[in-house]
């Protein structure tokens, strides 16, 4: 990556990624830019953001990323991904979602938290969340790995995995569901600021 990144860049994987995570800050976004200009409720504002981003996230983490990179990454020959992937997929965003990228700005709004206790917020959650998120990815790769396998192995292979895979993916978490929710929105307020300058 360091020393050839227009290679890395061509790569699948890199395009997958990059389509999943723009569309879930599009769609977060919109949310709260028509929530912020219709002065839609704080509660209201969290359902709404809850499924209209989970339903974009899902819907290209669940149905595209995941089966490619099950089929890229996995330990035999591609096959079809069984239905009860898709299930724990979907069980790993809704968490991701709801703790990483609805609670910190609920709990913001909710408990008049200043913009410093925010982004500890927003830092920390999407890392936590993964002591929760990592079990139904597991799960979910297990299901298509070992097709025959009773529930008690899944869950031993599981918890074998927890600890390193919750390391890892708090590595790759980080940076676009920590720093990048700050990001963003420092982003976005600017944008606002400048926009509303010009009105």
Known sequence: ?????????????????LGVYSGTYLAKNTVDSCCDHFKVSNETTAFIKFWSVLAVNAGLGVFWKDPNFAKIFGT???????????AWWVMRDSFHMLGGVVAPDYLEKRYGW???????????????????????????????NNTDS????????????????????????????SIGLVAN?????????????ID
């Open 114 to 144: 200043t913009k410093e206790q925010w982004r500890y917020a927003q830092v920390s959650f999407p890392l936590l969340v993964q002591l929760f998120t990592s079990p139904c990815h597991l799960m979910g790769l297990d299901y298509y």
């Open 76 to 86: 035999k020959a591609a096959t079809s991904v069984p239905v009860v992937s898709y």
């Open 150 to 177: 009773a529930l008690k192995e899944r869950l031993q292979r599981t918890a074998k995995k927890f600890v390193p895979t919750v390391s890892v993916r708090c590595v790759r978490m980080f940076p676009p569901w």
């Open 1 to 17: 990556i360091a020393t050839k990144p227009h290679r890395y860049a061509r790569r699948p994987e890199f395009g997958i990624i």
């Open 185 to 197: 929105r420092e982003i976005r307020q600017r944008m606002t600021s400048s926009m509303n300058q």
